[in-house]
């Protein structure tokens, strides 16, 4: 194993997967790529709504800015912790 993939959507649970792939990446000394990834919203067209679909969600750059900087604070903890 010479690379670990790291899917993360930031949630609590994800924190706990990352102490996984860091127990990883040292015994095997592997590397550590890291994903954004998230569930969009998709409306259910089948039920009656009131307003616009879109209430209450972020737009796709809005997303992708969060993605980008949870991603950098994660990368920037693991440089730090000696892992690539």
């Given at each position: 194993m010479?690379?670990?993939l790291f899917p993360t959507d930031?949630?609590?649970t994800?924190?706990?997967?990352?102490?996984?792939?860091?127990?990883f990446a040292r015994q095997y000394q592997a590397s550590i790529v890291l994903l954004h990834v998230h569930?969009?919203?998709v409306p259910d067209t089948t039920l009656p709504t009131?307003?616009?679909l879109g209430m209450?969600?972020?737009?796709a750059p809005e997303l992708e800015?969060?993605?980008r900087e949870g991603l950098l604070?994660?990368?920037?903890?693991l440089q730090s912790e000696g892992f690539t």
């Open positions: 010479k690379t670990i930031f949630s609590q994800t924190h706990h997967a990352l102490d996984w792939a860091r127990l569930q969009p919203t009131m307003g616009d209450g969600t972020m737009a800015q969060i993605g604070n994660i990368q920037k903890q």
